[in-house]
């Protein structure tokens, strides 16, 4: 089965050496990172959303979760200047995300993320991204997948298309036409399948997913045309991703029809819908173009492969 993935052509190998990332450099201060307790919320929600599109996977978990939670898959840390004041927010854990406002912060992280469980997968702006590895693989030297995606986002207007009467929110009795779809491009983006390596908790998660209403679905006559899930969302950002279209049906428009209906949808309870398209994928970038989408900034992902993170994939 062929799969339309937001993210495909993965490459392997080390970052770009040739890069010189400038994130507002500052004499270096030994200060550790710090676990961020359910107090610290409106704390570091605020610093958050000072930039918003480039924060949403930690803010919707927040908002979701609370900053202490296993469903967070991870820890928040901060790291605090000598005056007390905020410069970095991360998540340490199975997917890492990190926003961070100085070099010295970024170090602080990846010291933390040094003595936590795997890291499964590092996920930010391409400058914070490398700044973090450079730390972090000084001591943790795991073969690596590196895939360089770009930020898309989308606002009003959005084009008026045929409307789709069968996109609605997925059922938990759609979890078995949902599931398989995920899991495949799971393990076409990070070379891992969840099926194989946690298919208990894979479920799960997309079962849990689906009982918020964060998974839309065009089905019909017994197949699955459309989906796409919405993975964090806020007032001010929604983000997208496994966005996929049934291989029988493309070239017919139905994932722009789709697309274009659920964004027109989404937009009405928040400012922008964004997601993440492998740089690569020329054929996936072009249908968020026609969708409408446009160019923000340009992010890594790092998958590491570790024993244990191999365990527990997505």
Known sequence: MIIQSDKTNRTTGSLDPA?????????????????????????ALSFLLERPLHTFGMTGLIRDNGLVSPRNRGTFYGYYDQRGKLEGVALIGHSTLFEARTQR???????????????????GERTQVELFWSAYSQLSRTPSVFCSEL???????????????????????????????????????????????????????????????????????????????????????IYLEGVWVS????????????????????????????????ERNVSARRFYERAGFKFIATYDSVFLHSARSSEDSM
């Open 19 to 43: 890069r010189r990332p400038r994130l507002y450099p500052l004499p270096r201060v030994e200060f550790p990172a710090v676990l961020l307790s359910e107090e610290r919320r409106e704390e």
């Open 105 to 123: 912060s970024l170090e602080a992280f990846a010291r933390a993320a040094q003595t936590g469980p795997d890291i499964f997968m590092l996920l």
């Open 151 to 237: 930020l898309l986002e989308k606002r009003w207007p959005v084009e008026a298309l045929e409307t789709v009467e069968g996109l609605r929110p997925a059922t938990l009795d759609d979890l078995g036409y949902v599931a398989p779809v995920h899991a495949a491009l799971a393990t076409e983006e990070s070379g891992v399948n969840p099926l194989e390596s946690d298919a208990e908790g894979f479920l799960q998660r997309c079962a849990r997913r689906i009982e918020r209403g964060r998974t839309w679905v065009w089905i019909e006559n017994g197949e699955l045309i459309f989906k796409a899930d919405v993975v964090s969302d806020t007032p001010g950002v």
């Open 247 to 278: 291989p029988h049906h493309r070239g017919r428009h139905c994932g722009l029809r789709s697309l274009s209906q659920l964004c027109a949808n989404l937009l009405r309870r928040t400012k922008s819908v964004c997601l993440l398209v492998n």
